[in-house]
């Protein structure tokens, strides 16, 4: 039987070697010895702290390659916001915004494993504050990957939809993003976002290349999003068939860095349940059975210290039946998109981003961000370590044609934005790390 | 047989040959790094695009299937240097964000292993499907330095010239 040089008991004796000789190297300096002997001592310390570096690495990296092994990261970030606005809280109602104000983001735990030679598993949970001052806890990610090769994996559980790029690149950790905040197309769904970012169900996905290009697939289908925007349907789904999203990007050989690509979202929504009691004709707005559409586009350029990338989004609704005075084949259409640029400079990445939101006033399924408004940020992104970053950005949003709906803005922010045009500047600093 | 038992012998003396050239020609200028194999694998050259897309975990299988694995030099090594700048773009601090967003985007379970040159010939002679990046000048016999677009270490046009 074949037994590895690499043993946890050498590896304890090397270990015991040399804090044995650590202490005695210090007497040895300390004493009048020749200094041959010291120098002998010292060349001798270094070959073994080096060969004890070795045995180390060589454990790791077998270790990396065996079942079972559990990897824990995480990320977590803490900002300051200030803005233009200062909202005043109305009884019982929550302010979507805060201004002058530190935050606990987000602590997110991740953490995988290979639970054979080509399945893995992969949770994400995050502790996130919300805007009641209330922390919660959501398992964003919980998935087993099934691993065929590089033309085909499947992955079955809670995942991040491949729509666009954003969605399918950053997830949750504000460390890997360049700036501070996200584009508005891309919120997560409880913090208002209009995508269904999480999907609930199946997932296919693979890379192939064709000598001048690269294509990275992906076909999901899973429960989908009900009635409401948020939550995701993760226990049961509410309609079939089931939602399913496209995503199809390519790489070509002759442009390092550079990717193109298209992802479309089908979904049915179900109406609000039969005679809502919140109902009252003519006055609360409601959607009815949905056909949803989420069409995409992205293009994106990263070599060396470029980053640069823009999305599109258009959003269709159409209605499915005639409830709650709504017209059937009624469409709404909505848009959203965004251009990002950054340079990297040493430890330091300016950063511009340009962001549009455009929704519909008569979308009903967007009640929270029945808002256009233009956003230009610009800000610096320092990586004061390999794990950690501090950014500074300052957005200038102009709203227009914002309408008032449930649970939005406190009173006055809603009318300095109906009466249109209104600007709102916020400033923020945030450190973000991952470990 | 006879006629595998030659290609074999062929096949040994070119890859002797390949690592004795490589490790005469290193000391004369700039140093090249060498992509090293098992000496068993059945790989002798990759095109420069599938190199890249190995080291970069977009492509994780072999050709045969079997799971890359894929060894990075030690942090702040001269190989590390050299990758960055011709294959990832990017400083070390860079590599390490690369790699985190890899683990997260689960396109990999973790990322690879930083290893000496010694650590990274001894895992490559024992593993099968392991790769790494080692200055020629190091190389051994005990493993098998591949070609990149039919380029040895030391010829004009070699990818990871310093």
């Known amino acids: 039987m074949h037994h590895s040089l690499i043993t946890p008991w050498r590896i304890g004796l090397i270990g015991g070697v040399l804090a044995l000789l650590v202490p005695s190297l210090a007497t040895a300096e300390d004493a009048p010895a020749p200094g041959d002997d010291v120098g002998k001592l010292k060349a001798d310390l270094a070959e073994l702290k080096e060969r004890v570096d070795d045995l180390t690495a060589a454990v790791d990296a077998k270790a990396s390659n065996a079942d079972s092994t559990l990897v824990i990261r995480g990320f977590g970030d803490i900002k300051f916001v200030g803005s233009s606005i200062t909202p005043t809280t109305s009884p019982g109602q929550a302010p979507r915004y805060t201004a002058d104000s530190f935050s606990e983001d987000a602590f997110d735990i991740f953490m995988n494993a290979r639970l054979g030679q080509n399945i893995t598993f992969l949770s ?60 508005f197309a891309v919120n997560f769904e409880d913090s208002g976002g209009i995508i269904p970012a999480h999907l609930v169900g199946i997932s296919f996905a693979g890379l192939r290349n064709f000598g001048d290009f690269e294509v990275d697939w992906s076909f999901q289908f899973g429960n989908g999003r009900g009635p409401t925007s948020d939550p995701p349907e993760i226990y049961y789904g509410s309609q079939v068939p089931k939602a399913t999203n496209f995503n199809l990007g390519v790489r070509p050989q002759a442009i390092p860095g550079l990717k193109i690509g298209v992802s479309a979202y089908f979904d049915h929504i179900s109406p609000e349940e039969g005679t809502d009691p919140n109902y009252i004709a003519g006055t609360t707005p409601l959607h009815g059975g949905l056909h949803e559409t989420i069409v995409n586009a992205y293009g994106v350029y990263k070599h060396g210290p470029i980053e640069t990338f823009a999305e599109i989004y258009q959003f269709t609704h159409e209605r499915t039946d005639n409830l709650y005075g709504n017209e059937e084949g009624m469409k709404d259409k909505d848009f959203a998109y965004y251009w990002q640029f950054g340079y990297k400079i040493g430890h330091w990445t300016p950063f511009f981003r340009y962001d549009v939101l455009q929704i519909s006033q008569d979308n009903n399924y967007f009640p929270t961000y029945r808002d256009s408004a233009r956003t230009y940020s610009v800000g610096v992104r320092w990586d004061v ?42 400033i923020s600093v945030q450190t973000s790390f991952a470990f | ?63 045969g299937g079997d799971k890359v694995f894929l060894i990075m030099p030690k942090e702040g090594s001269k190989e590390e240097d050299i990758l960055c700048s011709k294959v990832y773009s990017t400083d070390s601090d860079g590599l390490k964000k690369y790699w985190t967003s890899q683990v997260f985007q689960n396109h990999m379970n973790s990322a690879p292993k930083n290893a000496t040159n010694r650590v990274a010939l001894k895992l490559v002679e024992e593993k099968p499907n392991a790769v790494a990046i080692i200055n020629a000048k190091d190389v051994t016999p005990a493993v098998k330095i591949i ?5 040895k270490p030391g010829d004009a046009g070699y990818l990871l010239k310093e």
């Not at chain 2, 070609?147 to 380029?151: A, V, W, Y």
Request: with cysteine; proline share 4%; charged share 20%.
């Open chain 1, 385 to 426: 370590s390999s794990y950690n970053a501090i950014k500074l950005q300052f957005n200038h949003i102009r709203h227009s044609s914002y309408l008032p709906g449930p649970n939005t803005l406190p009173t006055n922010i809603e009318n300095s934005l109906v009466s249109g045009n209104a600007i709102e500047n916020t």
């Open chain 2, 147 to 151: 070609t990149i677009d039919g380029k």
């Open chain 2, 1 to 63: 047989m006879e006629t595998k038992t030659m290609r074999t012998r062929a096949r040994k003396i070119i890859h002797v040959s390949m690592t004795a050239l490589a490790v005469c020609i290193a000391p004369l200028g700039a140093a090249d790094y060498a992509v090293v194999v098992n000496a068993a694998s059945p790989v002798t050259d990759l095109s420069q695009n599938a190199l890249i897309q190995i080291l970069k975990a977009e492509k994780q299988s072999w050709d």
């Open chain 1, 124 to 183: 994400e949970t995050a502790f996130e504050s919300n805007n009641s001052n209330q922390l919660g806890v959501d398992v964003e990610r919980l998935l087993i990957k099934y691993d065929f090769g590089d033309d085909l994996n499947i992955q079955v559980g809670r995942f991040h939809t491949s729509i666009g790029y954003w969605n399918d690149t950053y997830h949750h950790g504000e460390w890997l993003n360049t700036a501070i905040s996200k584009p």
